[in-house]
């Protein structure tokens, strides 16, 4: 006996899992757990369940099979399930009623999408975007576009939640006024975060840059309209990482083509992508980027650092920093 906690690789796509548990993740995994050899597909299951009447603790990542009754006789030692990705409402409530606990490590997954905001919020305020399509030649130079730069303006932050948060630390080290649209967020923990709570069109109002970090709730779908764009300050930036749905297309296209001073910046759609032909590939004020915020490349091993941190705290009976409860469940995306 070795004295580890039985574990399980469980997933429809191991080379997936591979890319997620790269770099010595999968050694290190198997160093603090009794890990099972492999990879084990939901279709396994059924064939190798001589192996798995001791296993506790499941790893995964995306590709994760969404379990039911029947595999879970399989697995009758399980406790927890340990997933280095997002969201995990597909999967995560069967397990809950079952009191089989779940930990996403969507934490880690918000600090590279908060970075790819940082530097487009600080190449926003600067005008970059607008100078770059002004400077085509040598006597444009003079009267390219130049934004109001990093000192003192104000960038709105649409959503509070891991994101949000991630991206207000960021921005403390420059002398940036943040303010901040989020229902859901105690004016007391706004002023510990040292930021503004403002309604939704005062925020696009005051905003210089405006970020969206709602999460993917059906309940948001077509908040940002016409009428908040309308709102947009001169030479204003709207960056989107959130969710396409969260914004009206039509309304936002024409908001740009009224107003040439205005920049999008979007790295999400409804649909994805862009349908051929969608007027956001030729209007001249719009950037597009291929849903890349996120984790990606060796980005995603961050991930599977979150999940086997929080399995050594749950070994030891310590509290989980990042376990999904019910009540979380119903706010995440």
């Known amino acids: 006996m070795t004295g580890k906690r039985q574990a399980m690789m469980l997933n429809d796509n191991p080379e ?8 010595g993740r999968w050694e290190r995994l ?73 930990v996403s490590s969507w934490a880690a997954n918000a600090v590279p999408v908060a970075e790819f905001a940082l530097a487009q919020v600080l190449l926003s305020t600067k005008g970059y975007w607008r100078n770059e399509r002004d400077f085509v030649g040598p006597e444009e130079r003079r009267i390219a576009f130049r934004g109001v730069g990093n000192f003192g303006e104000t960038v709105g932050i649409i ?32 002023t510990a975060m040292g930021v503004e709570k403002v309604s939704l069109a005062n925020l696009f109002e005051r905003s210089y840059v405006v970020s969206n970090h709602l999460p993917n709730l059906e309940g948001l779908r077509g908040l940002l309209n016409g009428e908040l764009f309308e709102r947009l300050r001169v030479d ?8 396409g749905a969260q914004l009206v297309e039509a309304d936002l296209v024409r908001v740009l083509q009224q107003r040439p001073d205005l920049t999008a910046l979007l790295d999400v759609s409804f649909p994805e992508p862009p349908v051929e032909g969608d007027p956001l590939y030729g209007l001249p004020n ?20 979150y999940a086997i941190d929080e399995f050594q705290r749950w070994e030891k009976g310590e509290p989980l920093l990042w376990e999904v ?9």
């Open 236 to 243: 204003a930036t709207f960056i989107n990482t959130g969710r």
């Open 16 to 23: 997936r899992c591979a890319q997620v548990y790269g770099m």
């Open 30 to 102: 198997a160093e603090v757990t009794q890990l099972l050899p492999g990879c084990v597909s939901g279709d396994e299951l059924a064939s190798r369940s001589g192996e798995l009447v001791e296993v506790e603790a499941v790893f995964s990542t995306w590709g994760v099979p969404k379990l039911g009754a029947a595999d879970l006789e399989h697995l009758p030692a399980l406790k927890i399930l340990f997933y280095a990705a997002g969201s995990v409402r597909s999967f995560a409530p069967f397990l809950l009623e079952r009191d089989i606990r779940v």
């Open 286 to 305: 719009v950037r597009l980027s291929s849903h890349i915020a996120g984790s990606l490349g060796d980005e995603v091993v961050r991930m599977a650092d």
């Open 325 to 333: 409860t019910p009540e979380l469940l119903e706010k995440m995306a």
């Open 159 to 190: 959503g509070a939640g891991m994101v949000g948060r991630a991206l207000i630390e960021l921005l403390k080290p420059f002398q940036l006024n943040v303010i901040v649209y989020d229902p859901f967020l105690p004016d007391e923990v706004a």
